[in-house]
């Protein structure tokens, strides 16, 4: 499906979900939870031209499974909050100065607020998921978030570590993104009363599309034009990150290519800058980028594949979005 | 009752708490969900001579009105899981250098730690308190996180307004700590399936004990012994925080006074730490100090008068606790 048609296909639902998190704050600010300063930082933080890629996906899962209303788009937009709440508390710890092409909250506001604006989003993301969509929705989604939480440090942990294996790598992400997808589109599915079949194919797909969007982010940041990414090229290798390309291509070139990716990577982060074009020419040749374009594909077959259950039941506008999406992931630019 | 005599009827319910809490974590761990740096990280902020003040009075909360049980201390711990996670957060925002006489986890492990095993607390308590407490009490305890948030924005709002109200600051301390302690009690009583007046009574004595508690800590950063504190004598002051004794002293001295206390308040931190033994003269005179006593006695014995709707049930042990505890709040030096 062309960009532009499915982009049309789901505007609709996309503005619901704005709709739904403007009367949501609406409704706390009528209780006086929302201090004056707060709101300030939740309207930035919010409505700063997120793709809704999250709410969406919880939407669509939802309705695969037949059922449909108000409550749905209330409880889509928690997996929204908790996902601004992570951005939010990411940026104060990467001392981030954009985001999405703008000053990030801890910039704009500072530290305080921007802790302190995550920590609200994150209760009332629970509270929403666990009053609308029961309490297996609120398990499933405080697991992946501690999964996130576990995927983090893992992550710290890694750091420093140039050895790794792609199952290291897929531990990170299956932590920091994939299960969290997959939470959403299986809280869509109980909200439908979906059985189980059902709710294990659209975990499959999230956690799958998780992964794949995952590796198209990482290539993005070695091959993606920075006029349409909004962020400088090769960030990851300058920041000594270790992201599939490059993991498998200390795993494919020669003894001499890869010491010379590990005296890079030991060394000083200027260097690594300095040393970039090479370091990319490398990974070219020893098929980083192929390679990690192939399992991203192969990932997206196989969250496509799982929606083959639903096909022959009057779904085909919604499996073809949920295609759409996943192609999408796939082929994005930024 | 005499602190000791206090203390040695609640070591069994303080035990019994510490030992739900290891046998959560490692619950956690079977199910690889915390990292070997999260288990650390985790360790050092939990176990560090906390009080567990919030879990032990939901568990006393829930025995008055008649029900115990393994769950309960699971669902008491949500409680302490959430004070710690807001404390971890707190110390990164206030670049704190100790906590309890020890480094905090951001200086010791750093801010990317300190943050996300916020996180974790936060969610693992939402997800104790929705799936034991159900629907009420994750209701009840993500308002109080909510109000809580909102009282910390209120405080950043207010920090430049040396003309604050009495109801400035309780509307700060009932949003930073009351309402919370009043959530801890009534997700005890919830738990105990346990009727409206029963409930209404132990909300109130929790959050008249969480105002006490608060006033009583203002109180000793003026008034109390270092050693016995362990911080710093006139820290509030030096910050340029307004408190209940200043904001009394600032609303009745003469003006000469006022203008002097004024202009330290404007003025440079420096200042205000050199002139702090003529601020805390002049505090005094004003009976700051006195009527900040007297508002923290008056909390306590509402707290405690509260309670008499339960004393003709053969509850007179745990009463008795509940009483003692508010007493403890006030003659504390620490």
Redesign the interface.
């Known amino acids: 499906m062309e960009n532009n048609i499915l982009l049309a296909r789901l505007k609709p639902e996309i503005d619901s979900i704005d709709e739904a998190m403007r009367r949501d704050l609406q409704e706390?600010a009528a209780n006086?939870?929302?201090?004056?300063?707060?709101a300030e930082v939740l309207q930035h933080a919010l409505f700063n031209g997120g793709k809704r890629f999250r709410p969406l996906l919880c939407v669509l899962a939802a309705g695969l499974c037949g059922r449909r209303g108000e409550d749905l788009y209330r409880l889509a937009i928690a997996f929204e909050y908790l996902h601004v709440?992570?951005l939010l508390?990411d940026d104060?710890?990467d001392h981030a100065e954009t985001r999405r092409g703008r000053p990030p909250v801890s910039c704009l506001f500072g530290?305080?607020?921007a802790?302190?604006?995550?920590?609200?989003l994150?209760?009332?993301s629970?509270?929403l998921v666990?009053?609308i969509g029961g309490?297996e929705c609120?398990?499933i989604l405080?697991?992946a978030?501690?999964?996130?939480?576990?995927g983090?440090?893992?992550q710290?942990?890694n750091a420093e570590n140039f050895n790794q294996l792609e199952d290291d790598y897929f531990a990170v992400i299956n932590g920091k993104t994939a299960l969290f997808i997959g939470a959403v589109c299986e809280c869509g599915a109980i909200f439908s009363r979906a059985d189980k079949e059902e709710r294990e194919a659209l975990q499959t797909y999230g956690s799958c599309l998780g992964r794949a969007f995952q590796i198209q982010d990482d290539l993005l940041d070695y091959l993606g034009d920075p006029a349409r990414t909004g962020k400088v090229v090769g960030n990851d290798f300058c920041e000594g990150k270790m992201t599939l390309p490059l993991i498998h291509a200390l795993n494919n070139c020669n003894s001499r290519e890869k010491k010379f990716l590990l005296d890079l990577l030991m060394g000083e982060k200027e260097q690594r800058c300095d040393w970039l074009g090479e370091a990319r020419d490398i990974i070219g040749a020893a098929h980083g980028f192929d390679y990690s374009r192939r399992v991203a594909q192969q990932l997206t077959a196989t969250a496509i594949g799982s929606l083959d259950i639903f096909s022959d039941r009057g779904n085909e506008e919604i499996v073809a979005s949920l295609a759409g999406l996943a192609a999408y992931v796939l082929r994005r630019d930024k």
Request: proline residues 4%.
């Open positions: 706390l006086n939870l929302i201090a004056p300063g707060l709440a992570t508390h104060v710890i530290l305080a607020p802790i302190l604006a995550g920590d609200f994150h209760a009332r629970m509270f666990g009053t309490r609120l398990e405080c697991r978030t501690e999964a996130m939480v576990a983090e440090f893992l710290l942990a």
